[in-house]
């Protein structure tokens, strides 16, 4: 192993929350498997902020022989997935009545082993694995409240899932035989030199893409978001869709020359579903499926990213940060959005004042408003595209980027609305408020200081 994470935080990284349905689905012990919600991304949460240089770990043992890392790309998707994991597991604790707790505690702990896992995973057998187990076992999140809105929802999520999962399968099984390896990190590379690259690059962004909402994948997004419980819709949208975005990151041939049009395509599908998400997410009704089709806007957003990495080989190293600087800023900020759907007004102008402002900040930071993560996202994105050459569509450039803030306020400015007319009054468990608080001091205090902020500032 190289680096010298601790090996104690790495096992219960995983096998705290893998292991927690069988405490979760112990008859009797409600209360206890609620107040351990969230305390299972701890150790990742911890093993995230020691680690300090890169490190890998071999498991021969594991499968066909397991490679587990973290270097700063998989630092900053791990952080995200610990924040947003235990700030919406904290939520929960108030969230949750004795009504099917058992289940979602198995579902919930499942999900977070597979979210987690997938991005330590180095190698395509345990990659795919996790990301299988993080995929289905979310489709007990989506159908948890039960009715038939929710079982709509979770038959379209299932089917989008399968699609999705037999073309990840089918690129990695392709990238293994053509490539002769299992490593992710040699898949770029192998691609690119198989007659067979066009053929994996296809599957892996179809397959991944179905995750990360690209347009005419994305159908599932605004179905399973609003019938959800409303910590799920949080970690849906704010950390299980980023893992398509990783996806992309770790099997696609970026960095490899060649790859230009792909680059172009993928760029173009960006702004299609950034501007396009917005024309739907206004006219809803329910501020849920308005922040679904907000996350469908951003992801778009980050695709145009992956693309412009694909298509400029030579900027990769001043992108990758970039991106993962977005899906950080993006991912704690909708985690505050989704959360305050489920909070109560207080009694008390004064009190109600204050709640509104602080309930206003994720939005403005979305919208890229000065001194929110926000403007620090969309300028490093502008500024890395800007300087990229044979962009799609490059005069127009400034004209999209500006086009895509505007859908976004106006996404924003919905959801507001939205949710000025449907919180109740009345009170909540502290819990739930700590949930919401707690999510809301990550994405505007803590953000600052996370490694990844620190590696884009100084550029």
Same mark, same amino acid.
């Given at each position: 192993?190289?680096?010298?994470? /601790?090996?104690?935080?790495?096992?219960?990284?995983?096998?705290?929350?893998?292991?927690?349905?069988?405490?979760?689905?112990?008859?009797?012990?409600?209360?206890?498997?609620?107040?351990?919600?969230?305390?299972?991304?701890? /150790?990742?949460?911890?093993?995230?902020?020691?680690?300090?240089?890169?490190?890998?770990?071999?498991?021969?043992?594991?499968?066909?022989?397991?490679?587990?890392?973290l270097d700063e790309l998989r630092r900053s998707f791990l952080l995200l997935t610990a924040l947003l994991w235990g700030t919406a597991g904290l939520y929960a604790v108030g969230y949750l009545g004795g009504k099917h707790l058992r289940r979602f505690g198995v579902f919930w702990g499942l999900s977070l082993a597979g979210n987690l896992g997938l991005v330590l995973a180095a190698d395509i057998v345990s990659f795919y694995m996790f990301f299988a187990l993080m995929t289905f076992a979310a489709y007990g999140l989506v159908v948890h409240v039960g009715g038939n809105h929710a079982r709509f929802a979770g038959r379209v999520y299932i089917v989008m899932a399968l699609l999705g999962e037999m073309a990840m399968l089918a690129g990695f099984l392709l990238a293994a035989r053509d490539g002769g390896s299992l490593l992710l990190a040699e898949l770029a590379a192998g691609i690119a030199a198989s007659t067979n690259g066009w053929l994996m690059t296809t599957?892996?962004?179809?397959?991944?893409?179905?995750?990360?909402?690209? /347009?005419?994948?994305?159908?599932?997004?605004?179905?399973?978001?609003?019938v959800a419980p409303t910590p799920a819709s949080a970690v849906l949208s704010g950390?299980?869709?980023?893992?398509?975005?990783?996806?992309?990151?770790?099997?696609?041939p970026i960095g490899e020359v060649g790859w230009q049009s792909w680059g172009q395509g993928l760029i173009l599908m960006g702004f299609a579903g950034s501007l396009g998400a917005a024309v739907f997410g206004v006219i809803q009704r329910d501020p849920k499926t308005v922040l679904a089709w907000s996350s469908i806007s951003q992801m778009g957003l980050m695709a145009v990213l992956v693309g412009a990495a694909l298509m400029a080989p030579g900027q990769v190293s001043a992108l990758l940060p970039v991106i993962a600087l977005f899906a950080l800023h993006h991912g704690l900020a909708k985690g505050c959005l989704f959360l305050a759907v489920g909070?109560?007004?207080?009694?008390?102008?004064?009190?109600?004042?204050?709640?509104?402002?602080?309930?206003?900040?994720?939005?403005?930071?979305?919208?890229?408003?000065?001194?929110?993560?926000?403007?620090?996202?969309?300028?490093?994105?502008?500024?890395?595209?800007?300087?990229?050459?044979?962009?799609?569509?490059a005069g127009l450039l400034p004209l999209l980027l500006q086009a895509a803030t505007l859908a976004t306020v106006a996404l924003v400015?919905?959801?507001?609305?939205?949710?000025?007319?449907q919180l109740e009054r009345g009170?909540?468990?502290?819990?739930?408020?700590?949930?919401?608080?707690?999510?809301?001091?990550?994405?505007?205090?803590?953000?600052?200081?996370?490694?990844?902020?620190?590696?884009?500032m100084s550029d």
């Open positions: 192993m190289n680096g010298s994470p /601790p090996l104690v935080l790495i096992a219960a990284s995983i096998l705290l929350p893998l292991l927690y349905p069988l405490l979760a689905a112990r008859p009797g012990w409600h209360s206890i498997s609620r107040g351990a919600l969230p305390l299972l991304p701890l /150790p990742a949460l911890l093993l995230a902020l020691l680690s300090t240089t890169p490190w890998t770990l071999e498991l021969p043992w594991l499968l066909l022989g397991s490679t587990w890392m599957l892996f962004i179809i397959g991944f893409g179905v995750k990360a909402g690209l /347009p005419l994948l994305h159908f599932w997004l605004p179905l399973a978001h609003p950390a299980m869709v980023k893992a398509g975005l990783l996806g992309w990151l770790l099997t696609l909070l109560v007004i207080p009694a008390g102008r004064l009190l109600q004042s204050f709640l509104w402002v602080l309930l206003a900040l994720p939005g403005l930071s979305l919208v890229g408003m000065p001194f929110t993560s926000g403007q620090l996202a969309k300028a490093a994105m502008k500024g890395a595209l800007m300087v990229l050459p044979n962009v799609p569509l400015v919905r959801y507001g609305w939205l949710l000025w007319q009170t909540i468990p502290a819990s739930r408020w700590l949930g919401w608080g707690l999510a809301l001091f990550c994405s505007a205090v803590v953000f600052w200081s996370l490694p990844t902020v620190a590696l884009v």
